[in-house]
């Protein structure tokens, strides 16, 4: 399987129709753009350990499109810790009327950022090096944005930490994340949640509901772990 091939855009095809997502060939096609992009820059600068063409496929950018299903569809989004652009860049492919800011604490890897905003003529999305801390000091950018998303933040409990105060009134905050977050659940109990590990808990402060799925083609689970701010 080589990447942009008709077997790799059909595994992402059929992927995606697993979510209950449509892509259409021209989708597909900026997908490859990406990959081979990436595949080609992390030859120079570590991007990802992730380079076999059916990993891309699977494990970058299908295990990024499931986040569309909650998203609303003009979001003003931030992706924390974006790396080679996942999930931000290919939810900015299927739906373009997404606000997206990307940020990475890496210089070389926003130039790689840029680099692919630019060759896939993208519009209304950018890519700052930056870090989440630093950004939240930026009047701008403060309580701006109704989504945070993040699969890079290795806690929930520092996701929220940074999160916050980037996100503004309505706003809601996602972190992607593999395997069992029960353990993760019970320590929001700490900062409002209540006891936490249900699907869904209501504290004071929050509320969360915990949206799981299974990435296609391999054996592995996932859970969308969306955290709101209670009216």
């Known amino acids: 399987m080589q990447i942009g091939s008709q077997e790799w855009s059909d595994l992402i095809i059929e992927g995606a129709g697993a979510f209950g997502i449509d892509l259409h060939p021209g989708q597909t096609r900026q997908f490859a753009v990406h990959a081979t992009e990436l595949v080609r820059w992390n030859q120079k600068i570590n991007i990802t350990a992730i380079t076999d063409p059916f990993e ?77 801390e630093d950004l939240a000091n930026a009047p701008h950018y403060r309580n701006r944005f109704n989504v945070i998303i993040s699969r890079a933040v290795s806690s929930l409990e520092l996701f929220r930490r940074l999160a916050q105060p980037l996100l503004n009134d309505e706003g809601a905050m996602m972190a992607l994340k593999g395997g069992v977050i029960v353990d993760e659940m019970k320590k929001l109990h700490g900062w409002g949640f209540g006891e936490g590990g249900d699907p869904k808990t209501v504290g004071r402060q929050f509320s969360v509901t915990v949206d799981q799925f299974h990435l296609p083609f391999l054996n592995i689970n996932r859970s969308i772990v969306i955290i709101r701010k209670m009216k």
Do not use: C, Q, Y
């Not at 003003?76 to 974006?82: F, K």
């Open 56 to 132: 891309v496929a699977v494990k970058h950018f299908l295990d990024s499109l499931p986040v569309a299903r909650v998203l609303p569809k003009d979001a003003t989004l931030l992706d924390i810790g974006s790396g080679g652009g996942f999930p931000g860049l290919p939810l900015k492919v299927l739906m373009p009327s997404l606000s997206i800011t990307l940020i990475d604490a890496s210089r070389k890897k926003v130039s790689f950022l840029k680099h692919v905003i630019r060759t896939l003529k993208l519009d209304n999305i950018e890519a700052l090096h930056v870090r989440a």
